[in-house]
């Protein structure tokens, strides 16, 4: 589980640091006398974006599409492998009471797998 929130951890403050990059850009001041001098003026309240902007805008939509599938990919494997621990814990206690049934020294259960203990 630790893993699923390093990286969906690393896929927000990147898409955060793209917004922010992006926000700065587009509040910059810029040269209005360029705009002036082609007789491309603005009304009030209109606001223009450049399609290169629109293109970025695009990338950083199919970014986060990818992100997002690669996050629920590693979600599904995370999943699994929690189950596969749950099973190998269970067996190892089953495996230990047999042990002890027949007067046997059970085995040691490894640290790594008691936080997935079901008892």
């Known amino acids: 589980m630790g893993d699923e929130g390093t ?26 006398t360029a705009l002036d001098r082609a007789g491309d003026e603005l009304d009030e309240g209109e606001l223009r974006v450049s399609p290169e902007i629109w293109r970025r805008f695009s990338v950083l ?3 986060v599409d990818h992100l997002t599938r690669i ?3 590693q979600r599904e494997k995370v999943s ?3 189950r596969l621990l749950r099973m190998a814990m269970r067996i190892i ?14 085995e040691d259960i490894p640290r790594e797998l008691i936080p997935y203990s079901v008892d």
């Open 7 to 32: 990286v969906l951890g690393v896929v927000i403050a990147v898409l955060g640091l793209i917004g922010s990059v992006l926000v700065a850009r587009i509040s910059a001041p810029r040269d209005r």
């Open 61 to 63: 939509e199919e970014k």
């Open 71 to 73: 996050v629920e990919q």
């Open 80 to 82: 699994t492998l929690e």
């Open 93 to 106: 206690r089953r495996a230990n009471r047999r042990l002890a049934a027949a007067k046997e020294l059970p």
